[in-house]
């Protein structure tokens, strides 16, 4: 038996850090929705008790150092699975980008290999052990939009926002989270992002004011450290998306855009900018 399952991107609608917590951790306060810009995952059990990763990519890890085979690990070791899989990761979403790519390949596999192995696991024990793998397995696992605090792995599931378009664009860097974060300075912050407006305008599904409430905080460090993000953010308000700002720790760019009419010209502009610019719309 083969099992399939869809592991789509998430942005950040807005995204604030809090403080840095005693265990190492920030302390933040996010609002994630995903978009349709998915890895693939085929999930196959196998006559020895291993655990092996394929992809068409040439540019990810196939062993310890990939999510996806971590996350079979631990549901192997926690739940005394004493069988083989077989993951084969049809690879779409960008990595080091913003977009929880890897997050989003573990959580698929737990939901996958719970259903492989018929091991009855609840979607709020899955949430659970994707914690052990990353903040922001736990939301990929339920996906649809969250408010997620703690560390971000304490979600809170709200309405989704309005339809449209979304731009994804990606220069052609990678970006470390940890290092982003390590130069993060809370108590430097003039402005913080308002939760409770972005909250408003999800509620009353209105586009505009959620284009105007968009906010992410660590723009003021991957910014200075990437001129690159910048120029593409720029180029993206002048080329007429509606609301744009950076996913995660970056460098991934978005852009909503509410009218068709528009996507096509942002898209080509972009291009000039980098190859991987991708148009999808969001997962509601």
């Known amino acids: 038996m083969k099992i399939y399952e869809k592991a789509p991107a998430k942005i950040n609608l807005l995204l604030d850090v809090l403080r840095k917590r005693e265990d190492g951790f920030h ?10 810009l998915a890895d693939r995952l085929e999930m196959e059990e ?14 990810i890890p196939l ?8 996350a079979a690990k631990l549901i192997k070791d926690r739940y005394d699975v004493r069988k083989g899989v077989y993951i084969h990761l049809d690879k779409k979403i960008p990595v080091a980008a913003g977009l929880a790519g890897g997050s989003s390949d573990a959580a698929a596999t737990l939901r996958g290999l719970n259903r492989l192995w018929g091991l009855g696991i609840s979607e709020a024990e899955l949430c659970v052990l994707g914690a052990e793998l990353g903040s922001d397995v736990p939301f990929c696992v339920t996906g649809g939009t969250a408010i997620a605090t703690g560390r971000g792995e304490k979600l809170e599931r709200i309405s989704n926002p309005p339809q449209c378009w979304v731009v994804l664009a990606k220069p052609p860097i990678n970006v470390s989270t940890a290092d982003v974060y390590g130069k993060f300075r ?13 909250l408003n305008a999800i509620s009353h599904g ?12 660590l723009e003021t460090v991957t910014l200075q450290l990437y001129p690159e993000v910048l120029q593409l953010k720029e180029s993206m308000e002048r080329l007429g998306a509606d609301g744009v700002l950076m996913s995660g720790s970056g460098p991934t ?14 898209y080509n502009g972009l291009r000039g900018y980098c190859k991987e610019v991708y148009v999808v719309r969001m997962l509601t």
């Open 186 to 198: 809370a108590n430097e912050l003039k402005q913080h992002p308002s939760k409770a407006n972005m």
């Open 46 to 59: 196998l006559p020895r008790d291993s655990i092996m990763i394929s992809s068409q990519a040439g540019y």
């Open 27 to 36: 302390e933040v306060e996010m609002i994630m929705t995903m978009v349709d």
């Open 63 to 70: 062993d310890e150092k990939n999510l996806a085979f971590q």
């Open 253 to 266: 760019v978005f852009g909503l855009v509410s009218k068709e009419a528009k996507v096509s010209r942002i």
């Open 206 to 217: 209105s586009f505009t004011d959620i284009c105007e409430n968009l906010g992410n905080v």
